[in-house]
Structures are given as structure tokens and as C-alpha cells.
């Protein structure tokens, strides 16, 4: 079965609707609406349903999961595609509520056919109700599709496979203090809209922005990020060649895949005279004596430029 393949499972039949003012609110939304919330998935007497109504106590069992509902418009459901292709995609926002921080995690789903972005907040603290859904939407295999008409009950259900790194997004998001639900409702208000999230730059993208952006600057001159060292043959040189070269370093804008696969524009080749000089840019922390593992964080990194001969490697 081929990896992307998105449509697993998908159901019609499904038990007589129950008493569920949850579900009959939810079906009312505009449309292009989504939320997730805990659904009985695992009743012991039908093993292959996806039972509701939903639940918004404490104690849930394993038979209860995280699901994800998406409100379409009358029919929309089964007029879609017969192998819907779902892609998702995943975020966390660190930010400010006045002083308190906060890390809300969002979920996105884009369906073939469809003219919406699904967009789902994910409150980790907000747990007065119930316990946060990260660490079991993280051991689960697929993530499951709710799709939601004018009914208070789905018409349709889509797994996916669940191929969304959880593990670093929950990391992130424990590395903020705790908040209260007062602190998170503002967020998704002043947040992005659903296209601006799906175009979101990933977290790694930023990180390795941030540590181009730093080198460049470091290069450029900005010996507040580090210190310049030389080998013997460059040390050698003229003072005047000295400068010549440093301005090429400078200068220097050629990055490629070739010689930049990281992407941090830390590291080029010169020529000056018919001779080839090499540069490279090293992350250590603050005392010089251990590697940094945080270049992007110039509190915690000095920067050592190195230039020396091709012929010296």
C-alpha cells in the first residue's frame, strides 16, 4: 500500500443517533468548522464503529479517542472524491497573553475537492474537563475524520495515516509553563488564518533562516557573534591581502545545494590570486570548549570564522 494512500476506511452505517447537545450544536456551524473532541470508538460489542455521542467528562477510558470533526455542507460529504486524498499538516505557537506564555498546538486538514482549509486548535493545558489529547493522537496509527453535515451524527469517516511528528511538537510545548484557558481562547482570534498556517515556514525552516541570517551578519563584520581566526599562510599574507580577502569572504553569495545542503551559509571558497581559500563557520558555546547545540540562539553560541589555504586541509 502505497504511503500516501489516504482513504483506509470510511463508514455510512452507523448506530441510531443519541441524545448529544454537543453534536446537534456542532451541526448547526457554518461551514468549513472543525474541532475535535473524545469519541467512543471502541464499544466492547461492535469493534468496527465509530460510535457517538462524544464525551466531555473525566475518566475516559481507552475506548475513547481523539477524533476530528469537519462541518461540510449538505451532501458535500459524499460528493467528494470516493478516494479523498486528506493532507495535514501541524504547528505550535509560542506567544504572549500579557505576561503569561502560551503554546497552542493547531491541526490542519486540506481535502481534495474541497474549498476550505480545516483548521483545529488544540488547547495542552486547558484540561478542567478533559486530558490532553497529545500523548494518545501521538502512539495512534491513523488519525480519524469526522465529516459533519446538517445531521447530529458524521455522514462520513476518513482515517489517515498519522504521520505527524507529535514527539517534537509536544517537546515544544512543554517547554512553556503551564496557562489556563483564559490565557489560550484569545489565541486562535488573533492568530493566522487557515491559508497563512498551511503556508507557514516549519519550525526547522525558521531555525535554519535564523542561523543563515547570523552567519551572514557574523561574516559581514559583527564580531559581537564571535572571533576570526586565520591559519599560518593567511596570518602570512600582506595586511593589505589580508583585507582583499575578508572582502571576498564578505562579498561572497554563491550558495548552492552543492556547497550548502544545511542551507546555513556556513561555509564557501574563495580565489584571490590563483590561490583557493576556504571559510567556515563553527557554533561553540560560550566558554569555547563544547560544540553549541543551539546556533541559533546567540546567547548561548560564539561563532569562530576560520579561513585557510585549500591547500592546508
Keep these: ?25 456542532f451541526s448547526q456551524f457554518p461551514v ?3 474541532t475535535w473532541n473524545w469519541i467512543l470508538t471502541r464499544p466492547h460489542s ?21 477524533l476530528f470533526l469537519l462541518k461540510m455542507s449538505p ?13 495535514a499538516k501541524a504547528g505550535v505557537f509560542i506567544t504572549k497573553v500579557g505576561s503569561t506564555s502560551v503554546a497552542p498546538l493547531y491541526v490542519l486538514f486540506q481535502l481534495s475537492g474541497s474549498d476550505y482549509i480545516y483548521q483545529v486548535w488544540i488547547n495542552h493545558y486547558g484540561g478542567e474537563l478533559l486530558p490532553s489529547p497529545l500523548h494518545t493522537l501521538q502512539t495512534m496509527p491513523h488519525l480519524t475524520l469526522l465529516l459533519v453535515e446538517n445531521k447530529p451524527q458524521p455522514e462520513r469517516v476518513i482515517k489517515i495515516e498519522n504521520q505527524v511528528d507529535w514527539s517534537r511538537l509536544i517537546a515544544k510545548i512543554e517547554s512553556v509553563p503551564s496557562w489556563d484557558s483564559q490565557a489560550f481562547n484569545p489565541v486562535k482570534i488573533t492568530l493566522y488564518s487557515s491559508e497563512e498556517l498551511w ?10 533562516i535564523t542561523i543563515a541570517k547570523l552567519n551572514d551578519r557574523f561574516r559581514n563584520g559583527d564580531k559581537s557573534l564571535g572571533e576570526y581566526k586565520m591559519s599560518r599562510q593567511v596570518l602570512a599574507l600582506p595586511r593589505k ?33 590563483d590561490v583557493e581559500y576556504i571559510w567556515k563557520i563553527d557554533y561553540l558555546d560560550t566558554s569555547m570548549i563544547m560544540l553549541s547545540d543551539t ?6 553560541t560564539t561563532r569562530v570564522l576560520l579561513v585557510i589555504r585549500s591547500d592546508e586541509c
Design 1 to 25: 500500500m502505497s504511503k500516501n494512500k489516504q482513504l483506509l476506511n470510511q463508514h455510512k452505517q452507523f448506530p441510531e443517533p443519541q441524545p448529544n447537545n454537543f453534536l446537534t450544536i
Design 32 to 34: 468549513g468548522t472543525s
Design 46 to 66: 461492535e469493534t468496527s464503529q465509530v460510535f457517538v455521542p462524544l464525551s466531555t467528562g473525566s475518566g475516559l477510558t481507552r475506548d475513547y479517542e481523539p
Design 75 to 87: 451532501g458535500k460529504s459524499w460528493y467528494l472524491e470516493t478516494s479523498l486524498k486528506v493532507a
Design 199 to 208: 503556508n507557514r515556514t516549519t519550525e526547522e525552516q525558521v531555525i535554519k
Design 241 to 273: 591581502k589580508q583585507k582583499e580577502l575578508f572582502k571576498q569572504i564578505q562579498n561572497f553569495s554563491d550558495f548552492t545545494y552543492e556547497n550548502d545542503p544545511k542551507g546555513e551559509h556556513d561555509m564557501g571558497q574563495v580565489t584571490m590570486d
Design 295 to 300: 546556533p541559533e540562539d546567540i546567547s548561548k
